[in-house]
């Protein structure tokens, strides 16, 4: 069963990625409403795919990828970035810390899931391979 992580501070957002995602077989969605608990949750447990908004009142996404790195958690999972942001600078910092994608918001429910379907099977093509 895949397993996958949203953290997002809308609830909105939160319910239409775990309602978009649960249409698929073998998937379980847990979601944090902020970076504090995305990193508790990531602390205990193992991930497939991070779905991340960038902004968050206390910190942004790639201020919880940064931290992922510095304890060595969740390294080598597929992250993906929702955001209403398109600074171009940003999205530049977001590629050098092996953002996979940077989906706008609001993104379109379809779109989330060819990337997920897609991104899903490298993981298991990784770990068949790595047995």
Known sequence: MAHILAVDDSNVTRSLIRLTLETLD????????NVELGL?????????????DYMMPDKTGLDMIDTLNEQHLQTNVP?????SETDHSTKEMAQSRQVRAWLKKPFRPQMLLELITETLKEVKAKRNHSN
């Open 40 to 52: 508790k949750l990531c602390q205990q447990n193992q991930y497939d795919i991070l779905i991340l």
């Open 79 to 83: 992250i993906f970035i929702l955001s």
């Open 26 to 33: 073998n998937i379980k969605v847990d979601t944090a409403n």
